[in-house]
């Protein structure tokens, strides 16, 4: 007795059901159910995934079109009567296998990395492809073309000034503030003249630095242009400072760039009671999204201060989002001293974007 399935499962032809072998011409319920059966099982070991087409007449040729298409090599093994399958895995499957780890993650050991040069980071290509040759996986670092408002050089920190769309040397102290929510490297050979063009990068490796920490950030100095590794930090009675992470030294001479996400406005002073200090930020319009904190130094420590309501209330520092007069409430934060005495207040506010 031979069972055929076809694509549609109601599609069964059954073949050598032979009357003659039958016990007084009559067929027990064996001889009528058992090729049912089969089929049954067949697509239940199958788990629903055997699929065949309309012009498919046998299990074999399922399995042809398998072989042409998988590129495996399936061998018919005759084991005590039973007819057996056995894939023999081609050598590419075969030397994916050690780089397999116990979770069935692929090691960076069996990446191509054809191609690949510094800066450059993986992405997944077609079909989730990671081979680079063939996906074309590997892409640049996010570079842009810019214009540039006065003489940079090539290494130098550069943000897009917000006024004229032009990019100028970046500095984390003093106001008018000389950052933005646009901030990267020249990258340019040679570097760019005044309102000439040449790239800026955003994202992705910079290399050619000196002295650098591996593994330690990166932050925008208090220098036109410069970096440092040492953390900027606002002292009493000086000038604001914004604190830019610009990245991460995976080298003494490279840095990595992910993309500044967020910058931290900070000033310290010392406040009578009832003064307020201001802070320059960039542009937070409606529905204000910023940030703020306000610290107390108390000399052996740093006592965290409550903000509140600028008019009224229980707080140690009142807030307002403008310039303390109504003007500009977009670009500036206002804190006030209402502890009654004088105080030694460091002011934050954070924008992310």
């Given at each position: 007795?031979?069972?055929?399935?076809?694509?549609?499962?109601?599609?069964?032809?059954?073949?050598?059901?032979?009357?003659?072998?039958?016990?007084?011409?009559?067929?027990?319920?064996?001889?009528?159910?058992?090729?049912?059966?089969?089929?049954?099982?067949?697509?239940?070991?199958?788990?629903?995934?055997?699929?065949v087409n309309d012009t498919?007449?046998?299990?074999?040729?399922?399995?042809?079109?398998?072989?042409?298409?998988?590129?495996?090599?399936?061998?018919?093994?005759?084991?005590?009567?039973?007819?057996?399958?056995?894939?023999?895995?081609?050598?590419?499957?075969?030397?994916?296998?050690?780089?397999?780890?116990?979770?069935?993650?692929?090691?960076?050991?069996?990446?191509?990395?054809?191609?690949?040069?510094?800066?450059?980071?993986?992405?997944?290509?077609?079909?989730?492809?990671?081979?680079?040759?063939?996906?074309?996986?590997?892409?640049?670092?996010?570079?842009?073309?810019?214009?540039?408002?006065?003489?940079?050089?090539?290494?130098?920190?550069?943000?897009?000034?917000?006024?004229?769309?032009?990019?100028?040397?970046?500095?984390?102290?003093?106001?008018?503030?000389?950052?933005?929510?646009?901030?990267?490297?020249?990258?340019?050979?040679?570097?760019?003249?005044?309102?000439?063009?040449?790239?800026?990068?955003?994202i992705g490796n910079v290399?050619?630095?000196?002295?650098?920490?591996?593994?330690?950030?990166?932050?925008?100095?208090?220098?036109?242009?410069?970096?440092?590794?040492?953390?900027?930090?606002?002292?009493?009675?000086?000038?604001?400072?914004?604190?830019?992470?610009?990245?991460?030294?995976?080298?003494?001479?490279?840095?990595?760039?992910?993309?500044?996400?967020?910058?931290?406005?900070?000033?310290?002073?010392?406040?009578?009671?009832?003064?307020?200090?201001?802070?320059?930020?960039?542009?937070?319009?409606?529905?204000?999204?910023?940030?703020?904190?306000?610290?107390?130094?108390?000399?052996?420590?740093?006592?965290?201060?409550?903000?509140?309501?600028?008019?009224?209330?229980?707080?140690?520092?009142?807030?307002?989002?403008?310039?303390?007069?109504?003007?500009?409430?977009?670009?500036?934060?206002?804190?006030?001293?209402?502890?009654?005495?004088?105080?030694?207040?460091?002011?934050?506010?954070?924008?992310?974007?």
């Amino acid at each position: 007795m031979m069972t055929i399935l076809k694509s549609n499962p109601t599609q069964l032809t059954l073949t050598e059901l032979n009357p003659a072998t039958w016990s007084n011409n009559l067929a027990e319920a064996g001889d009528i159910l058992t090729p049912f059966q089969e089929a049954e099982n067949a697509v239940d070991v199958a788990r629903g995934l055997v699929t065949v087409n309309d012009t498919d007449t046998s299990w074999g040729t399922l399995l042809e079109k398998i072989i042409a298409s998988s590129g495996l090599s399936i061998d018919t093994v005759d084991s005590s009567g039973e007819l057996q399958l056995r894939l023999n895995l081609d050598s590419k499957l075969l030397n994916l296998l050690p780089h397999l780890s116990a979770s069935g993650k692929i090691q960076y050991g069996a990446v191509d990395t054809t191609g690949l040069t510094e800066g450059d980071y993986l992405v997944a290509g077609a079909g989730g492809s990671i081979d680079t040759a063939a996906s074309q996986a590997v892409v640049a670092p996010l570079d842009e073309l810019i214009t540039a408002g006065e003489a940079v050089n090539e290494l130098d920190v550069v943000y897009r000034d917000t006024a004229d769309g032009k990019w100028v040397l970046a500095n984390a102290s003093g106001t008018p503030i000389r950052v933005s929510d646009r901030i990267g490297f020249v990258v340019e050979s040679g570097g760019i003249s005044t309102d000439a063009q040449g790239l800026v990068r955003l994202i992705g490796n910079v290399s050619g630095f000196v002295g650098l920490t591996a593994h330690l950030p990166v932050y925008l100095n208090t220098s036109d242009g410069q970096i440092t590794q040492t953390i900027p930090a606002p002292v009493s009675g000086g000038t604001q400072i914004a604190l830019v992470v610009l990245g991460t030294a995976i080298s003494s001479t490279t840095i990595l760039l992910d993309g500044v996400t967020t910058l931290h406005y900070m000033m310290r002073a010392s406040l009578a009671d009832a003064a307020t200090l201001t802070i320059q930020h960039h542009a937070d319009p409606l529905p204000f999204t910023r940030k703020l904190k306000a610290s107390i130094d108390q000399g052996a420590y740093l006592d965290t201060a409550s903000i509140g309501r600028w008019l009224s209330g229980s707080r140690d520092v009142a807030v307002r989002f403008d310039d303390g007069s109504g003007s500009n409430p977009d670009t500036r934060t206002t804190f006030k001293n209402v502890t009654g005495t004088t105080i030694d207040l460091t002011a934050t506010v954070t924008l992310t974007f």
